[in-house]
């Protein structure tokens, strides 16, 4: 590994002046969640890609961004976005921040399991793709900037049910 990046730092001064633009694309991406609460986990800058893993304020939810940075025939190459469940259910900070933003309240309640217990959900395949739903300006903003740089966005989910 080239660099490792500290959350406070927007870019290693060592890095080759072509990352640049990749490592200020990475900050740009992950800024709307950041600006929400989610913690970054690590940053980190080796010779085929930069990438950041995000935690959720409930520490629910995971997301990691991977950008590719090889020249050549992987330009263009896609940007793999992970959601990835931490925990069973949703937790109650991670719900009510999800209310706030006008997700119906049965459906959180549901999958956070504070409403009858016996009909508390695992954050599953099914439950991860409603997840992704919530989280569609955020993933619409790292898309928009993919694009912007001749990628496309490939989102991958992971739940801990049984088929995730």
């Known amino acids: 590994m080239n660099a490792l990046l500290h959350p406070s730092?927007?870019?290693d001064p060592q890095a080759p002046e072509r990352l640049i633009p990749w490592l200020q694309a990475r900050?740009?991406?992950t800024r709307s969640l950041v600006d929400h609460g989610w913690q970054r986990l690590y940053s980190a800058l080796t010779p085929?890609?930069?990438s950041v893993t995000l935690l959720d304020p409930s520490e629910s939810l995971q997301i990691s961004l991977q950008i590719p940075l090889e020249q050549g025939e992987n330009v263009g190459a896609d940007w793999d976005l992970w959601i990835e469940a931490?925990?069973?259910q949703l937790s109650l900070p991670l719900r009510l921040w999800l209310e706030e933003q006008g997700v119906e309240?049965?459906?959180l309640?549901?999958?956070?399991?504070?409403s009858d217990p016996s009909m508390a959900q695992p954050l599953d395949l099914k439950a991860m793709l409603q997840v992704a739903r919530w989280l569609q300006d955020p993933i619409a903003t790292i898309e928009a900037i993919a694009e912007a740089h001749?990628?496309?966005l490939a989102l991958h989910l992971a739940g801990l049910g049984p088929n995730s």
Do not use: I, V
């Not at 309640?109 to 504070?114: E, Y």
């Open 109 to 114: 309640c549901r999958l956070s399991g504070t």
């Open 48 to 50: 085929h890609r930069a």
């Open 27 to 29: 900050e740009e991406a």
């Open 105 to 107: 309240r049965m459906t």
């Open 9 to 11: 730092e927007q870019a």
């Open 150 to 152: 001749g990628s496309q």
């Open 86 to 88: 931490c925990n069973r």
